[in-house]
Structures are given as structure tokens and as C-alpha cells.
């Protein structure tokens, strides 16, 4: 695998666990 889609790889990842990180919280947010 090449760098360059290693990094694309890790950041897609990281972008998914921020916005189901993100989507809890609201989610919580709105139960509260």
C-alpha cells in the first residue's frame, strides 16, 4: 500500500469515529 493511501485510509477511519462519536452525543443531548 502506498502512503498516500494509508493516509487516505487512517483519515477516512478517524472521520468515522468522529461522526458516530458526534451523532451519540447529539442523540444523548436530545434524550436529556
Known sequence: M???DHIR???SRAW???TE???ELR???AEA
Open 9 to 11: 485510509d487512517g483519515f
Open 27 to 29: 442523540e444523548g443531548a
Open 2 to 4: 502506498s502512503t498516500i
Open 16 to 18: 468515522e469515529s468522529i
Open 21 to 23: 462519536g458526534w451523532r
